[in-house]
Structures are given as structure tokens and as C-alpha cells.
């Protein structure tokens, strides 16, 4: 047989081969910045209960009053009206006035942008902290992994609140930014184990190893692969830090620490109880800012109970059958007393035969 008959016939016994071209090798970075923004808004769906919805809700009526606290402010926080001391509400002042005639109402509004200011201020510093500490610190090992671990844990044990008071004892008048940078700079260590943690466990994933075998620089794997993975955690934390800001601020405002030419429900307060207006049932002055301090802190809890719902499977599938019997009229507690009591009867029958 001759070398050509070989090669034809080599040829015709070969298995077809054909080059398939994906989507994202075609395309680039263009499939991969694709895949990366729909992990990212996936990675939002924490959000889509009824439990965030509601608290979404609720805390964007605040941020709303923040943002236009001078368009709804019926008067200045620092108008005095002498002819209307301490007067409960009215048509004129509609949460009644303090004990040198200021409107209760439009000091709670102007008080709302303080401590959005703050608090979001405070808990975004803290979160790019913790990423940044928390992730890196789960993706590296060895000795630099340990060396931010041990910062972690040292930021864990210094004390906030002795330390906002130096601070604050500094200056005469200190800024809401400085405020919120001390709040969030003793307030991410939290986070940072909680990321570091959950990194440990994502970097030995199947997609984070076939990342790093393709080449992948450090800043796509993190970003791309692992973020998105991150997000519940993110929230969670960033949330956390939000509460606890808005908590501290109030605390130090209304303890006197911070001046009370600064604005926010905790100033309100230290007025209404350097004057007296708790023995003396005044109630317009000191219950509508409590009243916004518990109403802020139940929308943060109902998004953290979202969240929580979204990230447990058990609570997710327990939350998603409980609307599922809802939506057929079904009441969840009697069903499964009519499951128990069907079983006992039914082993109870058994016994008998």
C-alpha cells in the first residue's frame, strides 16, 4: 500500500473536529464585565422579600427627610418664638415647641440629616475596611494572613466609645465627618472576621481554582468571583454599622459628649432632659425623637431579617412555604396540627389492630 492510500485512509478514520467559540471568548472583556454586572445584581436578590422591602421603605422616608430638611422644616431649628413656650401641639407648631419657644418639629427634621449623615458615612469607612482587610486577609496565607488577622483583633478590643470622647474633647465643635471616620474606623473589625472567614471557604472553591489556572489577576478573582459571593455578608455588616453608628451617635449626643449646637434626636433629648421635660410630661419633646430613633432602628432589623432570610436555606425555604400556603388560604400552625393530629390517630389505630 502506498503512503498516500495511508494518509487518506488515516484521514478518513479520524474523528470530525470542530472549534466551538464561546460567548465570552469572543467578546472579550466584554463577556467578562457582562458576566460580572449579572453576578452583581443577582447578588441583590436579598432584597426582593417582603421584610427588606419594608424596611427599604422605611428607611428611605428618612433619607428622603434628610435630603430635603430645609424644603419641609415649617421654621429654623433656632427660631424662637417667645409667645409659644412649651406648648403641646398645635395647628401653628405641629409637635409643640421647647421651653424657649423652637419648633419640636423642625429640629427633628433637621436632626434626621445628622444622623443619616453619620451613620451611612460611618458604616461606608467601615465596610471598605473590611473588605479590604477581611478578603485579602481569607485570600493570602501565611504570615500576612495572620499579621492582618491580628490587627483585626486588635481594632476588636479597643474601646469606642472612651475614644470618640477624646476626640471630641479636642475641639470645641467637631464636625459630623469626624465624627463618622472614628465611628467607622473602631467599628469594622466585626465585618473583617466575618469576610475573612468566608473567604477561607471560597478561595478553595471549584471557579476561584479555575480562575487562578487561567491566569487571572488577584484584583479580577476578588472582584469578579468572590464579591458577588460576598454580598449578603457586605450588606449584613454594612447594615450592622449603620445601626450602630446611628445608636452611638444618640448616645454621645444625648449624654452631652457631643455639642448641642450640632443637631440629631440625641441633642433633642439632652434639651428635653436638662429642662425637665420627662418629670413634667412633656411629652411632644422628647417622644417624637425616641420615636424616630426606634423607627429607624426597625427598619434596619427588617432589612438584617431579610437578609438573614435570604443567606439561611432554612429560613428561606421555611419563609417561601409559609407564603406558598398563604396564597392558597391555608393557615401554616393549623396544617401542621392537623398533620400531628392525623399521625396520632392513625398510629393510634395501628396500636389497636
Not at 451613620?119 to 496565607?141: D, E, H, K, P, Q
Request: glycine share 10%; charged share 15%; with cysteine.
Amino acid at each position: 500500500m502506498s503512503t498516500t492510500e495511508k494518509a487518506g485512509r488515516r484521514q478518513a478514520s479520524a474523528p470530525d473536529t470542530f472549534l466551538i467559540r464561546t460567548s465570552g471568548a469572543g467578546s472579550g472583556n466584554g463577556g467578562q464585565s457582562q458576566s460580572f454586572w449579572a453576578k452583581f445584581i443577582s447578588a441583590f436578590a436579598m432584597f426582593r422579600n417582603g421584610k427588606s422591602i419594608a424596611g427599604l421603605a422605611i428607611l428611605g422616608f428618612f433619607v428622603l427627610v434628610a435630603i430635603f430638611a430645609d424644603v419641609l422644616a415649617p421654621f429654623s431649628p433656632t427660631k424662637i418664638d417667645n409667645s409659644a413656650r412649651l406648648q403641646p401641639p398645635s395647628a401653628a407648631h405641629w409637635l409643640g415647641t421647647t421651653h424657649i419657644g423652637e419648633d419640636v418639629l423642625s429640629q427633628v427634621i433637621h436632626g434626621t440629616r445628622g444622623v443619616i449623615v453619620v451613620g451611612f458615612l460611618a458604616a461606608l469607612i467601615a465596610t471598605v475596611i473590611a473588605i479590604t482587610v477581611g478578603v485579602i486577609a481569607g485570600y493570602l496565607s501565611g504570615w500576612k494572613s495572620e499579621a492582618l488577622s491580628a490587627l483585626t483583633n486588635v481594632f476588636l478590643v479597643i474601646p469606642g466609645l472612651p475614644l470618640i470622647i477624646i476626640v471630641a474633647a479636642m475641639f470645641e465643635d467637631p464636625p459630623l465627618v469626624l465624627i463618622a471616620a472614628v465611628l467607622g474606623i473602631t467599628g469594622w473589625a466585626w465585618g473583617a472576621r466575618v469576610l475573612r472567614a468566608q473567604t477561607m471557604s471560597l478561595r478553595n472553591r471549584d471557579f476561584v481554582q479555575a480562575a487562578r489556572a487561567n491566569g487571572e489577576p488577584l484584583r479580577r478573582i476578588i472582584t469578579v468571583e468572590m464579591l458577588p459571593n460576598l454580598m449578603a455578608l457586605i450588606a449584613a455588616s454594612f447594615v450592622g454599622t449603620v445601626t450602630a453608628a446611628i445608636l452611638g451617635l444618640t448616645t454621645l449626643s444625648y449624654i452631652g459628649v457631643i455639642p448641642v449646637t450640632t443637631y440629631n434626636w440625641g441633642t433633642i433629648l439632652n434639651w428635653a432632659s436638662a429642662q425637665g421635660a420627662f418629670g413634667q410630661n412633656q411629652w411632644w419633646w422628647y417622644l417624637p425623637p425616641g420615636l424616630c430613633i426606634a423607627a429607624i432602628g426597625v427598619a434596619l432589623s427588617l432589612i438584617n431579617f431579610g437578609i438573614d432570610e435570604y443567606v439561611n436555606p432554612r429560613l428561606r425555604s421555611a419563609g417561601e412555604r409559609a407564603r406558598a400556603m398563604k396564597k392558597k388560604g391555608l393557615n401554616v400552625n393549623d396544617a401542621v396540627t392537623a398533620v400531628r393530629t392525623t399521625d396520632v390517630a392513625g398510629r393510634a389505630a395501628e396500636n389497636k389492630k
